[in-house]
């Protein structure tokens, strides 16, 4: 389950990355928009269903909260 958690995370990060790439290659705002659009959701896609395994993966039992305890 980690490793799941770890793709997403990196797949978050590179279309991040992706979007940075292409907001500064094209320095004409006309030829930047489309591909760091996509980038940019891309990276809400994958953000999404990162949450949406996370809820399915609690309710299913196979991941459970632990939290912080509040005393010593």
């Known amino acids: 389950m980690k490793f799941v958690f770890l793709i997403a995370f990196i797949g978050i990060l590179g279309a991040l990355a992706a979007a940075g790439f292409f907001m500064l290659r094209n320095g ?22 990162l949450f949406l395994i996370i809820l399915f993966c609690w309710w299913m039992g196979w991941i459970e909260p632990t939290g912080l305890p509040l005393k010593r």
């Open 28 to 49: 004409r705002s006309d030829k930047r928009g489309p591909n760091m659009a996509r980038a940019l959701a891309v990276r809400v896609g994958v953000s999404v269903a």
